[in-house]
């Protein structure tokens, strides 16, 4: 297991494309969440599953963004219409579940909207 | 509303010395976590220590440690023998246990560069 891993690592994106993110967590960990960050800021939380529930969403989801986690493994971010405030890191992390011991992050997938 | 603030935007040290990060809070939850990650230039996020609110030592790993100060909702890293790979963003995280989502609200982070 290589750890979290993120595809694209990189996007380019027109202004009012879909676009779609891809996490895929350490395999025994039942928990993955979704966080933005944007220059010069720390991340912000987006969303939240165990297993392949969502259980929380922040508010700072719009209806743009959706996010699943089918059969509790791997997990998409699709943002609809993209608006150049998409612009941003979108960053995946797991972790078990259980004691707060942390997250393992991914690499991210850089959005840029032009 | 939960807030993480790191005062420092940029620090500096050289190679060998120490150096403390600032991080404070504020919550009104008696029961949570806090992290410090570490985020080198276009690497992810690492896990640097992590203490639980209700433990009052203070957590170490090998040169870092923390001052936690619950009182005060103070919770600075301290970085030992500082070393050149020890250069990267550092992020301050508060997590609160009450709702078991384990979500984590960041600072706006702390730019370190390790001097040789």
């Known amino acids: 297991d290589t750890g979290v891993s993120q595809d694209p690592r990189h996007k380019i994106t027109k202004r009012g494309q879909n676009v779609t993110f891809r996490c895929d967590p350490i395999s025994e960990h039942n928990r993955l969440y979704w966080y933005r960050q944007t220059l010069g800021q720390g991340p912000e939380f987006l969303t939240y599953f165990q297993n392949e529930a969502q259980l929380e969403k922040s508010r700072l989801l719009s209806d743009r963004f959706s996010a699943e986690r089918p059969k509790g493994s791997f997990s998409t971010l699709e943002i609809q219409r993209t608006e150049q405030g998409d612009s941003a890191m979108y960053l995946c992390?797991?972790?078990?579940?259980?004691?707060?011991?942390?997250?393992?992050f991914g690499s991210g997938t850089r959005l840029t909207v032009v | 509303a939960q807030t993480v603030t790191q005062s420092q935007p940029e620090m500096s040290v050289q190679e060998a010395e120490t150096v403390t990060l600032s991080c404070t809070y504020d919550t009104s939850e008696s029961n949570y976590y806090l992290f410090w990650y570490k985020q080198p230039p276009s690497r992810q996020m690492i896990l640097v220590i992590r203490?639980?609110?209700?433990?009052?030592q203070n957590a170490t790993e090998n040169r870092f440690s923390v001052n936690f100060q619950k009182a005060a909702k103070s919770f600075s890293l301290k970085i030992s023998d500082s070393q050149l790979g020890d250069t990267a963003m550092y992020f301050c995280a508060f997590s609160p246990k009450a709702s078991g989502t384990y979500k984590y609200i960041f600072g706006t982070g702390t730019r370190l560069k390790v001097l040789a």
């Open positions: 992390a797991s972790s078990l579940a259980g004691a707060n011991y942390g997250y393992t």
């Open positions: 203490q639980e609110a209700y433990k009052q």
